[in-house]
C-alpha cells in the first residue's frame, strides 16, 4: 500500500474513471490526443497521429487494463488526470464533438454501463423521444470495451433532417444513461 495515502483517497476511483473514459475515446475515435498529468510534474502525450508521442492509444489502454485486472498499479499511481487536446472538442456536460478532420454531424460520449444495459437505456431514451426522433435520421453507435469498463456512444445524423436534433437527442441519452448509473450504484451499495 502506498505511504502518501493515495489509496485511500475517495477521488481515486473518480478520477481513474475519468482516465479510463478518456482512454476508450482516444482508442475509438480517430485522430483523439491525451496529454496525461503525472504526479511528479511531467505528462505523458498519447497519440496515433503524433509521431513524438510517448504512446498510442492501444498501449495506455493496456497499461490501464493491466492495472485494472491485475492490480499492478503502472500507473494509477501516478496519472493525475487525462485532458483532451485533439481530435473531440468538449461541448459541456461530457458531450463531444469529433474536430480533426471530421464533420459536425455526430456527437460522443461514454458510459459505464454494461453493453445490454446501455443498449437497452438507449432504447428507452429513443421511445421517450419518439415525437421528437421521428422525423429525423439518427443512428447510434456503441463501442464497448469490456477490458476498460467502458462504452464509447456516438449519436449521428444519417441526413440533414436530424442536425438541428443532434445535440438534444445526445444530452438526452447521456442523461438517461447518467441516471441509470447513479441507480446501479445505489443498489451495489445498498446490497
Same mark, same amino acid.
Given at each position: 500500500?502506498?505511504?502518501?495515502?493515495?489509496? #485511500?483517497?475517495?477521488?481515486?476511483g473518480?478520477r481513474l474513471?475519468h482516465?479510463?473514459?478518456a482512454?476508450?475515446?482516444?482508442h475509438?475515435?480517430? =485522430?483523439?490526443s491525451?496529454?496525461?498529468?503525472?504526479?511528479?510534474?511531467?505528462h505523458l502525450?498519447?497519440?496515433?497521429?503524433?509521431?513524438?508521442?510517448?504512446?498510442d492509444?492501444?498501449?495506455?489502454?493496456s497499461?490501464?487494463?493491466v492495472?485494472?485486472?491485475? =492490480?499492478i498499479?503502472?500507473?494509477?499511481? @501516478?496519472?493525475?488526470?487525462?485532458?483532451?487536446?485533439?481530435?473531440l472538442?468538449?461541448l459541456?456536460?461530457?458531450?463531444?464533438?469529433?474536430?480533426?478532420?471530421?464533420?459536425?454531424?455526430?456527437?460522443?460520449f461514454?458510459?459505464t454501463?454494461h453493453?445490454?444495459?446501455?443498449?437497452?437505456?438507449?432504447? #428507452?431514451?429513443?421511445?421517450?423521444g419518439?415525437?421528437?426522433?421521428?422525423?429525423?435520421?439518427?443512428?447510434?453507435?456503441?463501442?464497448?470495451?469490456?477490458?476498460?469498463?467502458?462504452?464509447?456512444? !456516438?449519436?449521428?445524423?444519417?441526413?440533414?433532417?436530424?442536425? =438541428?436534433?443532434?445535440?438534444?437527442?445526445?444530452?438526452r441519452?447521456l442523461a438517461? !444513461?447518467?441516471?441509470?448509473e447513479?441507480?446501479?450504484?445505489?443498489?451495489r451499495? @445498498?446490497?
Amino acid at each position: 500500500m502506498p505511504t502518501d495515502g493515495r489509496s #485511500d483517497d475517495p477521488s481515486h476511483g473518480r478520477r481513474l474513471g475519468h482516465v479510463r473514459e478518456a482512454a476508450c475515446l482516444a482508442h475509438v475515435v480517430p =485522430g483523439v490526443s491525451l496529454r496525461i498529468p503525472l504526479a511528479n510534474g511531467q505528462h505523458l502525450f498519447v497519440s496515433h497521429v503524433c509521431l513524438g508521442a510517448d504512446l498510442d492509444p492501444c498501449q495506455l489502454r493496456s497499461a490501464l487494463i493491466v492495472d485494472r485486472n491485475h =492490480g499492478i498499479r503502472l500507473l494509477s499511481d @501516478t496519472i493525475v488526470d487525462a485532458e483532451i487536446v485533439s481530435g473531440l472538442a468538449h461541448l459541456g456536460g461530457g458531450i463531444y464533438q469529433r474536430s480533426a478532420g471530421a464533420t459536425d454531424d455526430e456527437r460522443w460520449f461514454t458510459s459505464t454501463l454494461h453493453p445490454d444495459q446501455l443498449i437497452d437505456t438507449l432504447r #428507452d431514451c429513443a421511445q421517450d423521444g419518439a415525437a421528437t426522433v421521428e422525423s429525423a435520421a439518427i443512428e447510434v453507435v456503441v463501442k464497448p470495451d469490456a477490458d476498460l469498463g467502458v462504452s464509447a456512444v !456516438c449519436i449521428r445524423c444519417v441526413d440533414s433532417t436530424c442536425a =438541428g436534433l443532434l445535440d438534444e437527442v445526445a444530452v438526452r441519452a447521456l442523461a438517461m !444513461c447518467l441516471v441509470a448509473e447513479l441507480v446501479g450504484d445505489l443498489d451495489r451499495t @445498498t446490497n
